[in-house]
């Protein structure tokens, strides 16, 4: 396989490595694309959502249906990128779209840091899923905006495997093992709701040679393998991420703006609601990757 994210594959890295570096963008305004409705992309919008995310992966859109409540929004947007594959997680609402607000009934959701008000760390979705089960693309879709706070950091995983390889390739090599990170079990009531899951943090799709990442700098939902590369490897990741580093992004969405990525970095900081503005996004995981961003088709590798 001629992916550039396998290390044994230097040159084709060296020639990713300067196409994807090329005109990258230094700004949050140049990640974002005025659209009419979502629900009904022209072509012009299309392409410029598609080019956006064959360079950096992901697209801010800033959308004319303000607090328009239907989920058709962000569906009908998804499926025009070939997103269909939905993961409905047991929080997920009845169609697989997740709701995520502020919850405070007595049903599981208050449990979770997502259904709350307080900052999320960085992560990337569905880190805790198993590998038959991986999350590679993500929406996010902006009904209502908090009173205050609520941004979102971003940064292109790819970028994050490229400043790593760059500064120690053995970084890549550690975060690559198979037990480089455990997700720990879940445990409920009535029993373990989600057993032990293993697997690594940078990991590459056999067929098609795309980069996938699963990570979260939750200390309590994880544990780091324990030899010295793993931990170093992770400590420069946090540096990372901890920097201003002009490859993260920071943005906050608003009614109508929504997110559509293969599956980046990302967090989210707190937030504030009032009687007029309580928050609500819904969010939209799937097993897919936008169609048309894999890197075989951008950098023609």
Aim: glycine content about 6%.
């Amino acid at each position: 396989m001629r992916s550039p994210f396998l290390l044994e594959n230097e040159p084709v890295y060296q020639a990713w490595r300067s196409q994807k570096l090329e005109n990258y963008p230094a700004r949050v305004e140049q990640l974002i694309v005025e659209v009419n409705d979502p629900r009904k992309l022209t072509q012009a919008e299309y392409e410029a959502i598609l080019g956006c995310c064959r360079k950096t992966n992901m697209v801010v859109y800033a959308g004319k249906t303000g607090t328009d409540p239907d989920k058709d929004i962000p569906r009908l947007l998804g499926k025009r990128f070939g997103l269909e594959r939905l993961d409905h997680n047991a929080l997920a609402d009845e169609d697989g779209l997740t709701s995520l607000k502020v919850v405070v009934d007595d049903s599981p959701r208050p449990g979770f840091i997502p259904y709350t008000n307080r900052p999320i760390k960085w992560h990337t979705d569905g880190y805790y899923n198993p590998a038959q089960r991986q999350i590679w693309s993500l929406q996010l879709h902006c009904v209502q905006s908090a009173a205050s706070g609520g941004e979102n950091a971003l940064m292109d995983h790819e970028i994050a495997y490229l400043l790593m390889r760059d500064e120690n390739p053995d970084f890549i090599r550690a975060l690559m093992q198979p037990d480089a990170m455990t997700i720990p079990a879940r445990v409920e009531e009535n029993g373990v709701a989600r057993p032990d899951e293993a697997g690594p943090v940078f990991s590459v799709h056999p067929a098609s040679g795309d980069l996938h990442m699963r990570y979260t700098a939750r200390t309590r939902s994880i544990t780091w393998k324990q030899d010295a590369i793993t931990l170093a490897a992770v400590a420069f990741l946090e540096k990372l991420l901890d920097s201003d580093l002009p490859y993260i992004y920071r943005a906050r969405l608003e009614p109508g703006m929504g997110l559509i990525c293969n599956n980046v970095l990302h967090d989210r900081a707190g937030f504030g609601n009032d009687d007029t503005h309580q928050r609500l996004l819904y969010r939209a995981r799937y097993y897919d990757r936008i169609a048309g961003t894999g890197v075989g088709e951008v950098y023609g590798l």
